[in-house]
């Protein structure tokens, strides 16, 4: 700023680093932020306008059991005496309090429109009125006894508690979420009556760890209820770091309807969901057809949740469609845990179970000392009074006498009976129907009885075992008023698993129904419904006959190996119905014309397949391996012209017979075969002229068995004259081996027809 630009009465101008001032101010804005606004006391689990929403409605006497008052006249005391923000604000704390669907132990009692869980606003503070719950009374238990400290209010006129006396683990029990400025706070609630019992080991067993903690917290405790599907090991590393998250699934049943019908019926969803706006979650995604199992979605829900799901089908399997609701919907959703709370009501740090309970025990005997001290401050203050009253009874006459004749009555008290000036002001207030003999035998009475609790108080300041006693027989009494026992504290959510389920929708959606699916020599594919007996019926082109048939259902996928070695995978359902004779298979891949289908099967994961060339090279691969998602199929075994590949056989056993069109038989042992995803293989068996015919997996203790052309069974248990190694030459078969070199069908059930 140049001297031009300066107003003559600016005064004396300061220059300062706008860097250096930007930082202090944030700074401070940042600390008020995450102190008065954002994270919780750990001692009390409360924001400063939730504590001063408490004790402004303790002030205005709305004890659990008083009537109730308009939340605006509860409103209007906090933001005039305490909290120096707006009124709205201030309300929806007021609400979110009295929501027992937010708040799993309500601190406040409300009369009127709250809102609800279909995420409607409750109505304005003029219509609605409120009062404390006994939780709540449990928190502010013996504020009025100096159990805790105070401050001036923002305006100096008033006194408000920095912390509340916290007879309730309010912080675990009701949870918190918060946003400050660079860091952020999540706790979901819990159990009251488990959190009891963690307390109440850690005070015997200071030393626990949060292994043993969490026997007695096994996890959150939600007030809408739920599944809690997280793994235990996660929960217990949450725990004890502090940070970590919990899945939460809605729970559900499955209501029959007879006839195979069934309809799903949910009882709860997840924490902090709108009903409202989950439902049209769901019926925007079934709009969009991302929901393809569900049919339709009902809210019937009155007081009670209860959202009415029905399948596409009944068919349908009910795990199955909400598994995929569960992952495309919010019927399933994270609650993060990050116990960022402030310690001592000043330091910002993220907190581990075992921690939070321990400064929470800390905070309740230093509430304890302090209820003791002020009881004993009361208790010499009171058995100094008796004993003046004992003094003027005892001289009665003598002090009727020196307040009806003296000037100064107080001073000649003191002065006569070596009164104290309390001693004397407590004589001279006295009422005069209190001069009775009777009364001074109560008054003995109740001088010894304060001695006598003066005396055990005493004795409890000087008692660190005496304190903890004192508090596990507090805790004790409120897991009788709030533990699992009672209706408020019974667990609510349950633990469950995942179940392992691998969720296919277009699947899903297929009807199963069961077909015969038939490839002609020409490659003319078709499925006919039902498993067929009986093949002479079938009718192909002129010159064309049947290659290949097998059983199979909609639902399955049928692998095609063809005779360049690749492998293609097509859907039974989106094969050509049985009427006419099919369409021709390379419509629907991209095979050459000079190659042809040399086998087809049904999927089945996890099997193992051979695979083989006419020169009788091959090898061992998993099936999950050959199935190709494009209609250009899938390379596995590697053939140059004039190769092909020749046969694939399933490889169960441990055994593999090889012939050639030489007609020479060789087994050897499987194990000589090595396993590969792609390749040329190993060679089986060796050639002068010819090449491979067929082949074989089989075990040698059930024998090698065949099929002839007539259909009949054939099985050679002794095979010591075809037994050798891999890649020998062989011998002749044994007597009723089929002149066409094949062992028969190669995929049993899988495969009814006949090359």
């Not at 909400?322 to 919907?329: K, V």
């Not at 024998?703 to 050798?724: A, H, K, Y």
């Amino acid at each position: 700023m140049s001297e031009k630009t300066i107003p003559p009465d600016a005064g004396p101008i300061e220059p300062v680093n706008l860097r250096d001032v930007l930082e202090s101010r944030y700074l401070a804005y940042a600390l008020s932020t995450i102190t008065q606004r954002a994270l919780p006391d750990v001692r009390d689990g409360l924001k400063p306008v939730h504590r001063r929403l408490l004790f402004a409605m303790r002030q205005l006497k709305l004890d659990p059991k008083g009537g109730f008052k308009k939340c605006a006249r509860v409103v209007g005391d906090v933001i005039g005496k305490y909290h120096p923000h707006g009124d709205q604000a201030v309300y929806d704390a007021l609400v979110r309090l009295a929501q027992d669907f937010a708040q799993r132990y309500r601190l406040v009692d409300g009369q009127g429109n709250f809102g609800n869980v279909d995420g409607d606003n409750a109505a304005a503070m003029r219509y609605t009125e409120a009062r404390l719950t006994e939780v709540a009374d449990a928190l502010l238990d013996g504020i009025d006894e100096d159990t805790v400290e105070f401050r001036e209010t923002y305006d100096g006129e008033e006194a408000e508690p920095v912390v509340l006396p916290a007879n309730f683990p309010n912080l675990l029990a009701n949870g918190a979420t918060g946003i400050a400025v660079g860091m952020a706070t999540s706790i979901p609630p819990h159990n009251a009556g488990e959190l009891c019992d963690a307390a109440l080991h850690l005070i015997k067993f200071p030393k626990a760890t949060v292994e043993k903690l969490v026997e007695f917290v096994p996890g959150p405790d939600f007030p809408t209820g739920g599944i809690i599907v997280e793994p235990s090991d996660s929960i217990l590393d949450a725990y004890k770091t502090g940070r970590g998250g919990f899945r939460l699934r809605a729970r559900y049943e499955r209501e029959e309807l007879g006839r195979g019908n069934y309809r799903i019926i949910v009882t709860e969803i997840p924490y902090q969901i709108q009903k409202a706006r989950l439902i049209e979650k769901i019926a925007e995604l079934m709009q969009l057809r991302k929901l393809p199992l569900v049919g339709d979605i009902l809210d019937e829900s009155a007081e009670e949740v209860r959202l009415v799901i029905e399948p596409k089908n009944s068919r349908t399997d009910s795990e199955l469609l909400m598994e995929s609701l569960f992952r495309a919907t919010d019927l399933e959703t994270r609650f993060s845990l990050n116990m960022n709370v402030l310690s001592q009501g000043k330091v910002p740090m993220v907190m581990g179970m075992r921690q939070v309970l321990w400064e929470w025990l800390e905070h309740r005997k230093n509430v304890l000392v302090r209820r003791s001290e002020f009881r004993l401050a009361k208790i010499d203050h009171r058995l100094e009074v008796l004993a003046g009253y004992l003094v003027a009874f005892l001289n009665l006459d003598e002090v009727i006498r020196i307040i009806r004749e003296e000037d100064d009555a107080k001073a000649s008290l003191v002065k006569a009976f070596d009164l104290t000036e309390t001693q004397a002001d407590a004589i001279l207030d006295m009422r005069l129907r209190r001069l009775r003999k009777l009364e001074e035998i109560e008054i003995r009475r109740e001088h010894d009885d304060l001695t006598q609790e003066r005396g055990a108080l005493k004795a409890l300041l000087k008692s660190d075992k005496q304190q903890w006693q004192r508090i596990t027989d507090e805790i004790k009494d409120l897991k009788t008023r709030f533990g699992v026992k009672t209706e408020l504290g019974r667990r609510r959510t349950d633990f469950g698993e995942t179940p392992e389920i691998e969720i296919d929708l277009a699947n899903a959606m297929i009807e199963k129904e069961p077909v015969t699916i038939v490839l002609s020599e020409k490659g003319w594919i078709r499925a006919m419904k039902g498993h067929l007996d009986d093949l002479s019926s079938l009718q192909f082109k002129t010159g064309d006959k049947l290659k290949r048939a097998m059983t199979a259902y909609t639902t399955d996928r049928c692998v095609l190996f063809a005779t360049n070695g690749k492998f293609f995978t097509l859907a039974a359902d989106k094969l050509p119905g049985g009427r006419g004779h099919g369409e021709p298979v390379r419509l629907m891949i991209d095979l050459e014309e000079n190659h042809d289908i040399v086998e087809i099967f049904v999927n089945r994961p996890g099997r193992k397949l051979l695979v083989a060339s006419s020169s009788a090279n091959g090898f061992v691969i998993n099936e999950d391996d050959v199935v190709a998602m494009t209609r250009k199929g899938k390379q596995v075994l590697n053939v140059k012209s004039p190769d092909e590949a020749a046969v694939c056989v399933p490889a169960e056993g441990d055994t593999l017979a090889v012939i050639g069109e030489n007609r020479k038989l060789l087994c050897f042992p499987l194990a000589e075969v090595n396993e590969m995803s792609r390749g040329r293989g190993v060679r089986l068996q060796r050639y002068k002229d010819g090449a491979l015919s067929d082949a074989k997996v089989f075990s040698k203790g059930e024998g090698l068995s065949w099929v002839d052309i007539g259909g009949r069974n054939w099985r050679v248990t002794e095979l010591r004259d075809w037994m050798g190694a891999r890649a020998q030459a062989g011998r002749l078969p044994p007597k009723g081996f089929p002149k066409t070199n094949s062992f028969g069908p190669r995929f049993g059930n899988d495969n009814d027809g006949k090359a």
